[in-house]
T-cell receptor, first 115, second 110 residues
């Protein structure tokens, strides 16, 4: 079946512009996660959704970052006034439910480059 | 202190060798543990969950040592296709925040 999809696969933007990254989770998966991975770094947790609610936003690095999820499905991560340090691969993952043993399935990521 | 720490390697081993990776975690109340595999410029994929009693999946064996707060991954009879970065993942006991290590790089040499 279809896995997690993300768009765009690559995004190049100028410093100061806003960007929107999209994630389509696996159908039926109620939990959705956003991470970012900088070159040579581990995955950094950004935000977690259960349904449309985000009980844990603690990983968002600044108020320039926001995310929403609608209809318990698609999620959008928005970065306002992008900075060069925002350059990274942004990965989305979904899991069947909220239990911490549920396997996360990752999308291919969006590679963001801020010039 | 980082939540999860791994030796970044790289580990370069010949085909057929046995190789082991360790990972330490800082939160003694962590509940779940995983090993993920990430190929170059690809997304992470679950390799195996790690259970308290230890578990094996073919050539791969995972162990958990709660007293010392580390998990390990053993790969026997290494194949060229095992070349990848192996990520240690730990779930905090506070819910759904997962902590990823920076990964251990493995290259299996013909």
């Amino acid at each position: 079946g279809a896995g997690v999809s993300q768009s765009p696969s690559n995004k190049v933007t100028e410093k100061g512009k806003d960007v929107e990254l999209r994630c389509d989770p696996i159908s039926g998966h109620t939990a959705l996660y956003w991470y970012r991975q900088s070159l040579g770094q581990g995955l950094e947790f950004l935000i977690y959704f259960q349904g449309n609610s985000a009980p844990d936003k603690s990983g968002l690095p600044s108020d320039r970052f926001s995310a929403e999820r609608t209809g318990g499905s698609v999620s959008t991560l928005t970065i306002q006034r992008t900075q060069q340090e925002d350059s990274a691969v942004y990965l989305c993952a979904s899991s069947l439910g909220p239990h911490y043993t549920d396997t996360q399935y990752f999308g291919p990521g969006t590679r963001l480059t801020v010039l | 202190r980082k939540e999860v720490e791994q030796d970044p390697g790289p580990f370069n081993v010949p085909e057929g060798a046995t190789v082991a990776f360790n990972c330490t975690y800082s939160n003694s109340a962590s509940q779940s543990f995983f090993w993920y595999r990430q190929d170059c410029r690809k997304e992470p994929k679950l390799l195996m969950s790690v259970y308290s009693s230890g578990n094996e999946d073919g050539r791969f064996t995972a162990q958990l040592n709660r007293a010392s707060q580390y998990i390990s991954l053993l790969i026997r009879d290494s194949k060229l296709s095992d070349s990848a970065t192996y990520l240690c993942v730990v779930n905090a006991n506070t819910g759904n925040q997962f902590y990823f290590g920076t990964g251990t790089s493995l290259t299996v040499i013909p």
